[in-house]
Structure formats: C-alpha cells, structure tokens
C-alpha cells in the first residue's frame, strides 16, 4: 500500500443497513455498527484509511417526515458513528427534483448522486486523492457518482432487490462508463477491499 491515505466511501441505505425503503435509516444504527466493526478490524492501519458516508436522503423531500426532524435524525446517526471512530466524517443530501417539500426541490442538484458534490467535497476536506480512493453503493447513482469524481475503483453490492437479470442489464451498460466491481454481500466486498488496498499504489 502506497503512504497515500486511503479513501472509503460507503452509502447507507443497502449498504450499511439493509435497504428496507423508507425509514430504513432511523432502525439501521446497529447493522451500521456491526458492518463498520468488521470493515475497521479488516484494516491493518486504520490510521491511514478515510471512511466516509455519502448518502442521499429523501424522507423529508417527500415530506413523509419534517425536514427538521429528519435532519436531527440523520445527523445524530452518522454523528454517532463519528464519535466511535466508525467512520472518519459524512455528507448527506436531502434534495430531490420532484420534492413535495418545496424547499428541498432543487434540479441538477450538485450533492445527489450520481452528481460527485459530496464525494469531492470529503476528498477536499480531508486532503485526499480520487487516485486512492473507492466506493462501495448499491445503485447505479454510486456508480456513476464515483466516475464523476474520479475515483479509483467503485463496487456494487448486491442487495436482495436487485435481481441477478438487473445486474447483468446495468453492468453491460455501467462497463463503458467505469471499471467496478460486483460483491454479493459486505463480507466479500471485505474481501475486494483487502485486496485493493493491498495493490494500491
């Protein structure tokens, strides 16, 4: 592994907790923990690793729940996660184009994925490079989020939504936009993940 630090960022919703569709973030905190216990016990220099959380979050867009309250749910959340040294720092959206709540409506917003806003944004904060760093999503959005910002190398988890007929479609489309990979679960992107890290340069 190169002395460069290395940059992880994960999505939430099918990736640090099953993606159970609305709501999923407010019961998720304990499948988040026990993910990010196994991804840090992974790495043999924590300290040179970046973990961040870029997520795309429209409950309140949709206005199934107060933009407010929401905000201090999802905060406390990730804020959670920051103070155990889960995860290094995050970044949320809580746009969308077609929101109900008008004040959260906004087109060609450039923190949604699949724009690269908070990705870039975390690599800035924290002084890292696209060159060392990777993804890992569940939807074609993180894909194409990854491209957008340069990253390295992106993976796509399989959740048990995601039919195996879906993947194939998307993956023939995704292989001439970037080069990404496919683990079936979080304990084979583990796998990948040591691997990259190991042949990082």
């Not at 099918?14 to 790495?43: F, K, M, N, Y």
Request: glycine share 6%; aromatic share 8%; charged share 25%.
């Amino acid at each position: 592994m190169s002395d460069t630090k290395v940059g992880i960022f994960l999505d939430a919703d099918g990736v640090l907790w099953p993606d159970i569709g609305a709501g999923g973030i407010l019961e998720g905190l304990a499948e988040a923990r026990r993910r990010l216990r196994s991804l840090t016990q992974t790495l043999e220099r924590r300290e040179n690793v970046f973990i961040g959380v870029v997520s795309n979050q429209t409950l309140a867009a949709r206005a199934v729940i107060p933009f407010e309250d929401f905000r201090l749910e999802v905060f406390s959340t990730f804020q959670s996660l920051l103070e155990d040294s889960l995860i290094d720092d995050f970044r949320v959206c809580f746009h969308h184009p077609s929101a109900n709540y008008l004040p959260l409506r906004i087109d060609n917003c450039s923190c949604r994925k699949p724009s690269p806003g908070m990705i870039i944004d975390l690599i800035r904060s924290h002084a890292l490079q696209p060159s060392h760093s990777l993804i890992l999503g569940d939807r074609i959005s993180d894909i194409l989020a990854a491209r957008n910002a340069d990253l390295n190398e992106a993976i796509l988890l399989l959740g048990p939504r995601m039919l195996e007929a879906n993947i194939s479609m998307q993956s023939k489309h995704l292989g001439s936009l970037i080069q990404f990979r496919i683990a079936r679960d979080f304990s084979e992107f583990l796998e990948i993940l040591k691997w990259w890290i190991k042949n990082d340069k």
